[in-house]
């Protein structure tokens, strides 16, 4: 890092298993895609428990509760509990607990995860705009959430009645490939009514408190695949991170990120969490990780060398954010990252 700003991955002499003492994972485009575990995702987590590490599952998606994901993943065959699992849904229940009076009713544009997550905060879920709610929730309701709950929530928002959203990811990954999130269903409210939720999700400080609250955790890991939700979560709750390639972000979104969405490490898949980090070194105007050599030149980024595609992406990722200073990187990395793979 220099003056506080991130200028390049980090490296770690210990296996992250060991170094950290709680993996806050991430679970769409970490852990599984489109209800499948993601290669090497299982071996890795049950690895990382077996040497002391506890497992803690966070998720942006409010719909199912934490009892129903906690059971996927056994299914899977990652063994956990429902209080190893914490979603937007709790946080923006403890949310609007704080602000609305106990008992009172809540109008839920979502699935079955926001309404268990009122009830333990002693919220009453109801599914009218006429049924006078002191507040409008709306989380991920999946594909089958019809376009009347949209209108339902845009009747009560527009007459004033505060609005909370779990989360505003614009996309969520499937089995099929990249589908419309809760953000995309929150943007439909806010074109018809002109207002603004108030939002409890990653990366916002609702998130990472209620984190907090239920991991009890002293030396955590955010694991994601997302720059905008995961790490800058991460970032704004003063934690290190760990980005995996197997979700929503590519070798070049990485490349281009801002300071605050740059992660501490970079890894290809959750067999990360099971190595130490290589150190990247200064090498004249180049950054060398591994059998690779990256440079920024005038308008473009060079590569060198061979080896793992991984360590020849962290390569790159420190000379584009040396190059780049505190802004976003412009320079093009296509031909590097078309040779990485990538």
């Known amino acids: 890092m220099s003056d506080g700003v991130r200028t390049g991955p980090d490296s770690s002499g210990r296996p992250l298993s060991e170094a950290y003492d709680t993996a806050l994972l991430d679970l769409d485009g970490v ?9 090497h995702a299982v071996d890795s987590l049950e690895r990382a428990r077996a040497g002391g590490m506890h497992l803690a599952y966070v998720t942006n998606n409010a719909l199912r509760t934490p009892e129903a994901v906690a059971g996927h993943l056994t299914e899977l065959g990652i063994p956990a509990a429902a209080e190893d699992v914490i979603t937007s849904a709790q946080a923006v229940a403890r949310l609007i607990a704080e602000q609305v009076p106990a008992g009172a009713r809540v109008l839920v544009i979502g699935g079955e995860g926001l309404r268990v997550a009122l009830r333990e905060r002693g919220l009453e879920p ?9 507040a409008v929730v709306q989380g991920y309701g999946g594909p089958e959430l019809t376009w009347g709950r949209f209108a339902e929530a845009s009747y009560a928002v527009a007459r004033g009645v505060p609005w909370f959203a779990s989360n505003t990811d614009l996309t ?13 269903a929150v943007e439909v409210v806010r074109i018809a009514t002109g207002k603004e939720p108030q939002v409890a999700g990653k990366p916002l400080p609702p998130m990472h408190r209620e984190t907090v609250i239920r ?10 695949d997302r720059l905008d939700t995961d790490i800058e979560g991460a970032f704004n709750g003063g934690v290190d991170s760990l ?6 972000t590519d070798g070049a979104r990485l490349l281009a990120a801002k300071p605050e969405h740059r992660p501490t490490y970079v890894d290809a898949d959750l067999r990360g969490l099971l190595t130490g980090q290589p150190e990247i070194t200064r090498e004249g105007e180049g950054f060398r990780c591994g059998g690779w050599t990256a440079t920024a030149g005038d308008t473009r980024l060079e590569l060198d060398g061979d080896g793992e595609a991984i360590d020849g992406l962290r390569a790159l990722c420190a000379a584009a954010w040396t190059a780049a200073g505190e802004g976003s990187c412009e320079l093009d990395g296509g031909k590097a990252l078309e040779r990485l793979g990538l």
């Open 31 to 39: 852990v599984y895609a489109g209800g499948h575990a993601i290669a």
């Open 126 to 134: 109801v599914e009218s705009a006429d049924d006078d709610p002191a």
């Open 172 to 184: 969520i990954p499937s089995g099929r490939g990249i589908a419309p999130g809760n953000g995309a």
């Open 215 to 224: 991991t009890g955790a002293k030396r955590p890991l955010v694991v994601g």
């Open 243 to 248: 980005l995996v390639l197997t979700g929503v």
